[in-house]
């Protein structure tokens, strides 16, 4: 007679790993640096070093000297986590600020809570929201720098979006503003004006958000529905002043809004599980990012949008509930 086996689910096994996923990600993630580095130079290449190092390392110390458990840095997840972090740093910042912000990321955000799959926030906005609000200016700060394509400055300076709060603050319209700055939006899309390391070609990150759709890593929802919120509620209110507030295009291609919602609004960990859930969590990012960007004191709300709709997640998914496996 043949003894029967008793097990837990889920009983049919899938060749993805935790490892895979991540490494899919840093892929994704390498024409964002490959950019980030040809237009920055040495200056993005310490701040992605430091970044990496301390993220790795802060995440095997802990795990191995404090929680004492095996090391987990072969999940990659750290690596992605590092990379982001330095993504979401001025180039020109100096490395001590990157060490701080893997600290936070990894040792705070991350294993506080428990390690990967057990956090509440994404760990690389949670970095840089503290490192924005710790040191605000070296973390607004945007020297020139020099990359190893030359003519980096051209894209350096303030980014788009704090030239034009400042501008409008000072009484004047859009169309001074773009004039004395000769924006294009071209420019913006092959390689933007200023801003963080990551955030220097919409391309770039286009072909990650690609790539992680075809080896199906992420689900379009989350990323979507931010950036079509972003383009409803901008265009609504160009059309009322377009002398006054900034057009759909020059929203989604300034500032953090396709980093923010291609590689960290659809983190598995910090996002809901339902399409729905997912639906509603990206048209929440775009709202607060739009309310921030028009109304707030700081010109990018990206950051901050993504961690204020990472704490609704559980909520959101006690709202949306996944049908039940076998039930229609």
Known sequence: MNKLLVSPSPHIHSSLS???????????????????????GWNA????????????L???????????????????SAVVTGILLALNLPPNAPW????????????????TFGGLGQNLFNPAITGRVFLLLSFPAIMTSWKPVDGFLGGADAISGATPLGIVKEGLASGMTLDQIYAEHNFSYLQMLFTNIGGSAGEISAVAILIGFI?????????????????????????I??????????DPLFNLLTGGVLLGSVFMATDYVTSPMSDKGGIIFGVGIGLITMLI??????????????????????????FCKQKKFGRA
């Not at 290449?45 to 790795?56: P, Q, R």
């Not at 001590?96 to 294993?111: L, N």
């Not at 790539?211 to 265009?235: D, E, H, M, N, Q």
């Open 45 to 56: 290449i310490v701040i992605l070093a430091s970044s990496l190092i301390f993220c790795v």
């Open 211 to 235: 790539y992680l759709l075809a080896r199906k890593v992420i689900r379009p929802y989350i990323t979507l529905s931010i950036l079509v919120t972003v383009a409803v509620f901008s265009g």
């Open 237 to 246: 209110f160009w059309l009322v002043d377009p002398a006054q507030y900034t």
């Open 18 to 40: 935790t490892s895979r996923l991540m490494l899919d990600v840093v892929i994704a993630l390498l024409p964002s640096v490959i950019v980030s580095v040809l237009f920055y």
């Open 293 to 318: 960007r028009y109304f707030g004191s700081y010109p990018e709300g990206m950051s901050f949008a993504i961690l204020i709709m990472n704490s609704t997640v559980p909520l959101i998914n006690k």
């Open 96 to 111: 001590w600020v990157a060490m701080i912000g893997a600290f936070i990321a990894v040792g705070v955000a991350k294993m």
């Open 58 to 76: 802060t995440e095997y110390v802990i795990t191995k000297y404090l929680m004492k458990q095996k090391s987990t840095i072969g999940d990659w």
